[in-house]
Structures are given as structure tokens and as C-alpha cells.
């Protein structure tokens, strides 16, 4: 069946320096996809989401990038603190299904200070 | 406004015991969502309640799993006879409107078996 996965299950960075989360999905369907953050003993939270209508799209010191060709998905943060230190997961939803977010598995960002 | 809330948090039974899981979703909520992520891996999908109706189940892992919600309000995930594997944590999520938007996750319910 269809899946969303990550390149890389862990990624350390020093304090200060950009960090660069990929995610690679395979449902060609999918039309929207999601950034969630979970810290340590939290639930998802959501981060940033992009459409696929859409190439790149920028929050608050984040920025998502999305190459439908390669049908792959990135999360950047720049200036990276010792509290975005999480578990990051991209979801994905399909077009024509009932939109429920198909999740990856996950990478885990440690940032050094 | 609370959040999505969950009951317990945390959980240790033995094998063979039942263990009952409760989710509040964000008042006003209509969908509700059930998700379960075992150590190291993908959060994974269980099922999806549209107000009291089952949309979607069909990441149910097998009959010993029951999500029920009674009036369309908090739900409640009942697994009997929990088995070793069932270890992990229980998502629910909520969101206002079925569709592509944001679903609000609760911290979850940590369900250790031994």
C-alpha cells in the first residue's frame, strides 16, 4: 500500500544552525500534507500544512517545501533553539478519501546548544 | 478553550487484562480520531468517529479493540484481552470539520502490558 516515511530518523544540529527535515511520500493522490511536532510526553502539534497546488510555504522561522515530482516534502527551520527538539512527522492526506492524515515515521531533531 | 484530553495517561497492565482509554475531544468537535504509535515507529491510524457514527475503522487491529462514543461526546477505546503488543501510546485527535484541516491532538495515553 501507499506510505509516507523519512529519510533520516535522527538529525542533530547545533544551536543556531538551520535544520533541514525530509519526507518522502508515495500516494501520488495526496493533495495536502501536514507538519506535526511532538516534544517529550506530548501529543502532535501541528506546525505547518501546504497544498499541493503550492511548491513552498513559510510560517514563523519554518518553511515547508514540497517537489511533487520527486513526490518528496521538507520542513526547514532556521535558527534552530534547544526547544524545537522533538520528534517531527510529516502526514499526508489524499485527495478523494476522507482527508484522515497518513503519518510517517518520524525524525528526531536534537539540537546542541 | 481545553484541549483534546485523555485518560490516563499512563497505564500498566498485565497481559490478559482490559483496560479502558477515554478521549474528550475540543467542544464543538464533531470528528474524532483514535491513532496509536508503538515505540520507534510510524503513528498509525486506528479509526475515525464522525459524532457518534464509525467513519472509518479500518486501522482497527483485531476484535479485541473497541472504540465506542455515546452521544457523539468523548470516546472511549477499550482493549480486552490486552496482549504484549498492544503496548504503546493512544492518540485521539479532534477537529471541527471532516475535510483537509488541522486535527488537535491530546498528549495521549501511554498503555504499557507486561
Known amino acids: 500500500g501507499e506510505s509516507v516515511g523519512l529519510h533520516l530518523p535522527t538529525l542533530s544540529v547545533q544551536e543556531g544552525d538551520n535544520s533541514i527535515i525530509n519526507c518522502a511520500y508515495s500516494?501520488?493522490?495526496?493533495?495536502?500534507f501536514i507538519w506535526y511536532k511532538q516534544e517529550s510526553g506530548k501529543g502532535p502539534q501541528f506546525i505547518i500544512d501546504i497544498r499541493s497546488n503550492m511548491d513552498k510555504r513559510q510560517g514563523q522561522r519554518v518553511t515547508v517545501l514540497l517537489n511533487k515530482t520527486v513526490k518528496h516534502l521538507s520542513l526547514q527551520i532556521a535558527a534552530t533553539q534547544p526547544g524545537d527538539s522533538a520528534v517531527y512527522f510529516c502526514?499526508?492526506?489524499?485527495?478523494?478519501?476522507?482527508?484522515?492524515?497518513?503519518f510517517g515515521r518520524g525524525t528526531s531533531l536534537i539540537v546542541h546548544p | 478553550e481545553a484541549g483534546v484530553t485523555q485518560f490516563p495517561s499512563h497505564s500498566v497492565i498485565e497481559k490478559g487484562q482490559t483496560v479502558t482509554l477515554r478521549c474528550d475531544p475540543i467542544s464543538g468537535h464533531d470528528n474524532l480520531y483514535w491513532y496509536r504509535r508503538v515505540m520507534g515507529k510510524e503513528i498509525k491510524f486506528l479509526l475515525h468517529f464522525v459524532k457518534e457514527s464509525k467513519q472509518d475503522e479500518s486501522g482497527m487491529p483485531n476484535n479485541r479493540f473497541l472504540a465506542e462514543r455515546t452521544g457523539g461526546t468523548y470516546s472511549t477505546l477499550k482493549v480486552q484481552p490486552a496482549e504484549l503488543e498492544d503496548s504503546g501510546v493512544y492518540f485521539c485527535a479532534s477537529s471541527p470539520q471532516t475535510g483537509r484541516n488541522t486535527i488537535y491532538f491530546g498528549e495521549g495515553s501511554w498503555l504499557t502490558v507486561v
Open positions: 500516494n501520488s493522490a495526496s493533495d495536502y
Open positions: 502526514a499526508e492526506n489524499a485527495a478523494g478519501g476522507s482527508y484522515i492524515p497518513t
